[in-house]
T-cell receptor
Framework: GAGVSQSPSNKVTEKGKDVELRCDPI?????LYWYRQRLGQGLEFLIY????????KSGLPSDRFSAERTGESVSTLTIQRTQQEDSAVYLC?????????????????FGPGTRLTVL | RKEVEQDPGPFNVPEGATVAFNCTYS??????FFWYRQDCRKEPKLLMS???SGNEDGRFTAQLNRASQYISLLIRDSKLSDSATYLC??????????FGAGTRLFVKA
């Protein structure tokens, strides 16, 4: 079946512009994560959605960053008034997170990412 | 102190060698542990989960030491195709997942 897809694959924008990144998770996956990966660095957790529960926004670096998800489907990550330090690959992952004793089998499947360049 | 720390490497090893990576984590309440693999300019993919009793998958063995708060990954009989960055991943009782910065491995012919 289809994996996680993200669009656009590449985005070049000017400083101060707003950008919107899209993630289509694997069908049936209730959990969705957004990460940021700067060049040569590890993944930085941004936000987590689980079903209809309130999202965990603890990783968002500033109020310029926001994300939405409609039910258990598409998610969008919006960055307002982009800055050069926002340049990175933004990765989305989904999982069929289960409660209870199967927590340790929560495999995250990643999309190919959106490479954002802020000039 | 970072929540998850790894030696960035790079580790340069010949084919057939055995190589081991360690990862330490700071949150003693962490519950789930994983190793992911990331190839250059690609997305991460799960290599294996790490269980308390230790687990093996072919040439790969993962160990967890809760008392010392570290996780290890052992790769035996290294192949050229094992060249990648290996990411240590830790999750606590909540939803937040912490990735280490990764250890780079180069396997040479």
């Amino acid at each position: 079946g289809a994996g996680v897809s993200q669009s656009p694959s590449n985005k070049v924008t000017e400083k101060g512009k707003d950008v919107e990144l899209r993630c289509d998770p694997i069908s049936g996956h209730t959990a969705l994560y957004w990460y940021r990966q700067r060049l040569g660095q590890g993944l930085e957790f941004l936000i987590y959605f689980q079903g209809n529960s309130a999202p965990d926004k603890s990783g968002l670096p500033s109020d310029r960053f926001s994300a939405e998800r409609t039910g258990e489907s598409v998610s969008t990550l919006t960055i307002q008034r982009t800055q050069q330090e926002d340049s990175a690959v933004y990765l989305c992952a989904s999982s069929s997170r289960l409660a209870g004793p199967l927590l340790d089998t929560d495999t995250q499947y990643f999309g190919p990412g959106t490479r954002l360049t802020v000039l | 102190r970072k929540e998850v720390e790894q030696d960035p490497g790079p580790f340069n090893v010949p084919e057939g060698a055995t190589v081991a990576f360690n990862c330490t984590y700071s949150n003693s309440a962490s519950q789930s542990f994983f190793w992911y693999r990331q190839d250059c300019r690609k997305e991460p993919k799960l290599l294996m989960s790490v269980y308390s009793s230790g687990n093996e998958d072919g040439r790969f063995t993962a160990q967890l030491n809760r008392a010392s708060q570290y996780i290890s990954l052992l790769i035996r009989d290294s192949k050229l195709s094992d060249s990648a960055t290996y990411l240590c991943v830790v999750r606590g009782g909540g939803f937040k997942t912490i990735f280490g910065a990764g250890t780079r491995l180069f396997v040479k012919a």
